[in-house]
């Protein structure tokens, strides 16, 4: 139990253009989802808490307005990155904590990862 | 912040017991003690959780002191799979995200 998933898995696309990932809990409901982002050889930094039904809470220095989040149900939060420039290129990560039908509710659980890359 | 403190890197013969100490100083009392794997371009993978004492599972030990001001992961006879880094993390059970440290990177040699 407690699988989240991520889609796309690897995505390129030109500068200025808006990129979605989603991110699902298969087979438990999330009502708090993060994202993440990771640079090669550094650790994950995180972004935002998503939580579901109401506006996520962004991390200092992350912007709300480039990096949108929408958590519309309790098992999908998605994370689009508008005008996406050279410098968004990372590895996007979601994560969500373990709810009622399964996985430790006290445990974070993550998914596969987004690798973006902006030519 | 990271709450946690580790070593950088590690490295280890295949079939060797393998001990990664984290220092949490300032662990507060509804925290829990968390270690997740992550290999190159993969999301991080829960290995173990622990409250207190000794926890064991299929693949780890977590052997966590009185004081909880620190914790050790043990991974029994390594295999050159294993080579990832493992990161150590506290948080409580509530919404609070948790916050990656460096974590340590394993080499496992054969």
């Known amino acids: 139990g407690a699988v989240v998933s991520q889609h796309p898995s690897r995505v390129i696309c030109k500068s200025g253009t808006s990129v979605k990932i989603e991110c699902r809990s298969l087979?438990?409901?999330?009502?708090?989802m993060f994202w993440y982002r990771q640079f090669p050889k550094q650790s994950l930094m995180l972004m935002a808490t998503?939580?579901?039904?109401?506006?996520?809470?962004?991390e200092q220095g992350v912007e709300k307005d480039k990096f949108l989040i929408n958590h519309a149900s309790l098992t999908l939060s998605t994370l689009t990155v508008t005008s996406a420039h050279p410098e968004d290129s990372s590895f996007y990560i979601c994560?969500?904590?373990?709810?009622?039908?399964?996985?430790?509710?006290?445990?974070?659980?993550f998914g596969p990862g987004t690798r973006l890359t902006v030519l | 912040l990271a709450k946690t403190t580790q070593p950088i890197s590690m490295d280890s013969y295949e079939g060797q017991e393998v001990n990664i100490t984290c220092s949490h100083n300032?662990?507060?009392?509804?925290?829990?003690i968390t270690w997740y794997q992550q290999f190159p371009s993969q999301g991080p993978r829960f290995i173990i959780q622990?409250?207190?004492t000794k926890v064991t599972n299929e693949v780890a030990s977590l052997f966590i002191p009185a004081d909880r001001k620190s914790s050790t992961l043990s991974l029994p006879r390594v295999s050159l799979s294993d080579t990832a880094v493992y990161y150590c993390?506290?948080?409580?059970?509530?919404?609070?995200?948790?916050?990656f440290g460096k974590g340590t990177r394993l080499s496992v040699i054969a």
């Open positions: 622990g409250y207190k």
């Open positions: 087979d438990f409901q999330a009502t708090t």
């Open positions: 300032n662990i507060a009392t509804n925290d829990y």
């Open positions: 993390l506290v948080g409580d059970s509530g919404n609070t995200p948790l916050v």
């Open positions: 998503s939580n579901e039904g109401s506006k996520a809470t962004y």
């Open positions: 994560s969500a904590r373990g709810g009622i039908a399964g996985g430790r509710r006290d445990t974070q659980y």
